[in-house]
Nanobody
Framework: VQLQAYGGGLVQAGGYLRLSCAAS????????MGWFRQAPGKEHEFVSG???????YYADSVKGRFTISRDIAKNTVYLQMNSLKPEDTAVYYC???????????WGQGTLVTVSS
């Protein structure tokens, strides 16, 4: 399984970005997928997940601001991030998940920088 996250960048506080995660070698229609982030000097943190049924769930810190979705035909998972805050600055990764637990190794992440 290869996972590649992209779509990060530099944005001002209050702005928005949409991240994408392209998966190869794994069919998303029967996989739970999640987004995680790692801020400088910190551990990986769960952000959001989408179950194989399409049920979505979020960390309290992003609830109401971030939206996870998927396009099964494109085998891609998205993370729409609105009302961004400086504390959202991190490298964002996607991963298969069991609940909020990542499975497997981290793929390529994408850097999100939110300026105040």
């Amino acid at each position: 399984v290869q996972l590649q996250a992209y779509g990060g960048g530099l944005v001002q506080a209050g702005g928005y970005l949409r991240l994408s995660c392209a998966a190869s070698g794994r069919t998303l229609s029967n996989s739970a997928m999640g987004w995680f982030r790692q801020a400088p000097g910190k551990e990986h943190e769960f952000v959001s997940g989408i179950g194989w049924s399409g049920r979505t769930y979020y960390a309290d810190s992003v609830k109401g601001r971030f939206t996870i979705s998927r396009d099964i035909a494109k085998n891609t998972v998205y993370l729409q991030m609105n009302s961004l805050k400086p504390e959202d600055t991190a490298v964002y990764y996607c991963s298969p998940v069991s609940g909020t637990t990542p499975l497997g190794s981290w793929g390529q992440g994408t850097l999100v920088t939110v300026s105040s």
